[in-house]
């Protein structure tokens, strides 16, 4: 799954613990969790937090990108 983050500006730790929480259930389905265009205070402020730590998947520069490195969905 890719979120893409386009429209993100800002994160506090509220929404922290959400993505947090997100990326623990897709990882309990069975589903990675991928970000793409996050853009650069937000970026920091998850570069300060162990969430990339725990993140199932990577973070693309863009939404081309991921599309183009992530293998098509098989269901």
């Given at each position: 799954?890719?979120?893409?983050?386009?429209?993100?500006?800002?994160?506090?730790?509220?929404?922290?613990?959400?993505?947090?929480?997100?990326?623990?259930?897709?990882k309990d389905g069975g589903v990675t969790l991928h970000?793409?265009?996050?853009?650069?205070?937000?970026?920091?402020?998850?570069?300060?937090?162990?969430?990339?730590?725990?993140?199932?998947?990577?973070?693309?520069?863009?939404?081309?990108?991921?599309?183009t490195a992530l293998p098509p969905r098989r269901d």
């Amino acid at each position: 799954m890719v979120l893409i983050c386009s429209a993100i500006n800002l994160i506090d730790a509220s929404a922290l613990e959400s993505l947090d929480a997100i990326n623990v259930r897709l990882k309990d389905g069975g589903v990675t969790l991928h970000l793409a265009e996050v853009k650069g205070p937000v970026m920091d402020r998850l570069k300060r937090s162990d969430f990339l730590d725990a993140l199932t998947g990577r973070v693309f520069l863009n939404t081309y990108a991921a599309w183009t490195a992530l293998p098509p969905r098989r269901d």
